[in-house]
């Protein structure tokens, strides 16, 4: 087992759709050891990686957890970026279903003139083209020396593939979703976490007077999801109403509505914000090396 004294979870990006200059579309990372694991790559993602002082080249495992726009939409670049700049390990994607058609379309079409032109120079293709991975059952995705990741699908959009993600190292538990709302499953999923970072992207009555309004989670469902699961720390991105209503304060009302119905510490999330997770070594999961 890599010799590590924590896990350190960045939050890359806490804002959503709409070009809010303090928050990039949702992005974060999680360093587990020398492993940088990338959730999400949305506005600015890679322009925040280096702000956190990682190169994207280093990062060979994404994972989405659906295909809304403001989630995938620096995909391209992310890839691109990592190719030029001489990518060492194969990329993995990780997604729901519909991500390999999306790699497809996004990654060599628009760019065949950018990619012809590079070749032809000599540029190595290796690194160009990820692998991915479909999502298509609960569980366990996969085992390396030091974590486990498992996914769980969600409920949003209408029945758009949606997915979270949980990375288990040793006895620590982070979780960390896309969009929806809380169910049974998805509490289950976070039973014990460190971390739940989840969105919250408006109050009750905020969302009520969206038509997108009910695929999202409430600082009140959010806290009743929390306690159930016995979460210790919950940090809230995606934060929509600061978007569409300009109160800044906003998010820290949110806050205070989920310590009404919770008794762990709630974080408001910011751009390049870090929380690191105490780590004991125990027994490694496995030494399987992908």
């Known amino acids: 087992m ?19 200059p ?7 990372i999680l360093h587990v050891g020398d492993r940088v694991l990338m959730f999400d790559c949305g506005r600015s993602a890679c322009t925040n990686l280096a702000r956190a002082g990682v190169r994207v080249e280093t990062v060979d495992r994404l994972f989405l957890t659906h295909l809304h726009f403001d989630h995938i939409c620096d995909v391209p670049y ?10 060492r390990n194969p990329l993995r994607v990780f997604g729901p279903e519909g991500t390999e058609q999306f790699i497809a379309r996004m990654i060599r079409p628009p760019f065949e003139q950018d990619i012809a032109s590079r070749l032809g120079h000599g540029k190595d293709p290796f690194g160009l083209d990820p692998e991915v991975v479909e999502i298509q059952e609960e569980g366990v995705l996969f085992t ?24 288990d190292v040793g006895d620590h538990r982070i ?14 999923f976070c039973r014990d976490a ?14 009520a007077w969206q038509p997108w309004g009910s695929w ?11 306690s159930r699961a016995g979460v210790q720390r919950v940090m809230i991105k995606h934060l929509v109403m600061e978007d569409i209503t300009g109160d800044l304060a906003a ?12 008794s762990g510490e709630v974080i408001v999330g910011e751009d390049g914000l870090e929380v690191a997770i105490p780590f004991h070594p125990a027994k490694q999961v496995s030494s399987d090396e992908l």
């Open 216 to 226: 999202h989670t409430t600082p009140e469902t959010l806290a009743t999801m929390a």
């Open 251 to 262: 998010a820290e009302k949110m806050a205070d509505q989920i310590r009404q119905g919770y």
């Open 22 to 28: 303090r928050r990039g579309g949702p992005a974060q």
């Open 175 to 188: 979780v960390i979703t896309g969009d929806g709302i809380p169910s049974p499953r998805l509490t289950e």
């Open 194 to 207: 460190d971390l739940l970072v989840s969105e919250c992207s408006g109050t009750r009555e905020f969302l």
């Open 78 to 87: 992310f890839v691109f970026v990592g190719w030029n700049n001489g990518r």
């Open 144 to 167: 390396e020396a030091t974590y486990q990741v498992s996914a769980v699908f969600t409920e949003h959009g209408g029945g758009m593939p949606s997915v979270a993600y949980r990375v």
């Open 2 to 20: 890599h010799g590590f004294s924590h896990l350190r979870f960045v939050l890359i990006g806490s804002g959503a759709v709409r070009n809010n």
